[in-house]
């Protein structure tokens, strides 16, 4: 069994940036690939980016490609998101995730994933 906790959201100003970080205990974090999902008020859980269990492949969704970067550190057991130039609609409950699914199709969708934090909060004011 795997947990994993984020940590790092807040209230920040469009245009600021912050790091999203998520540890993960309990199981082999390098055999998961990652991923980060967010959740408006209202709306459904979408994707975010993911990140192969080696961390040499990363993906992302178009709205923030080029904004957003994920990484991670499998020495430490955790998974980063790096949020730069932050928009008003970013404003979301953000969730890191672990596959053991070897398909990167899997990476994309909610129910590719077999683990979920409880999710932080980044809100962004105009």
């Known amino acids: 069994q795997v947990q994993l906790v984020e940590s790092g959201g807040g209230l920040v100003q469009a245009g600021d940036s912050l790091r999203l970080s998520c540890a993960a205990s309990g199981g082999t974090f390098s055999s998961y690939a990652m991923g980060w999902f967010r959740q408006a008020p209202g709306k459904e859980r979408e994707f975010v980016a993911a990140?192969?269990?080696?961390?040499?492949?990363?993906y992302y969704a178009d709205s923030v490609k080029g904004r957003f970067t994920i990484s991670r550190d499998n020495a430490k057991n955790t998974v980063y998101l790096q949020m730069n130039s932050l928009k008003p609609e970013d404003t979301a409950v953000y969730y890191c995730a672990a596959s053991t699914s070897i398909y990167s199709r899997d990476y994309y969708y909610t129910a590719g994933y077999d683990y979920w934090g409880q999710g932080t909060q980044v809100t962004v004011s105009s």
């Open positions: 990140i192969s269990w080696s961390g040499g492949i990363t």
